[in-house]
């Protein structure tokens, strides 16, 4: 795994976190978002690995 993949698995990782405490529906369906994201952006980093 790359650097840029291990950053990203923890932001990812921090925001589920984060998104377990809250209880605004907004602000989770926003950090859901972010999630998501982060999560293409690590399948846009190395295409050919499925996950």
């Known amino acids: 795994m790359c650097d840029k993949c291990v950053e990203l698995d923890g932001k ?3 925001y589920q976190r984060l998104a377990d405490r809250i209880i605004d ?3 989770i369906d926003g950090i ?3 999630i998501e994201e982060m999560k293409a952006q690590k399948m ?3 295409p ?3 996950q």
């Open 12 to 14: 990812i990782e921090h």
């Open 25 to 27: 529906q907004r602000t």
């Open 32 to 34: 859901k978002k972010l």
């Open 44 to 46: 846009a980093l190395h």
């Open 48 to 50: 050919e690995q499925t």
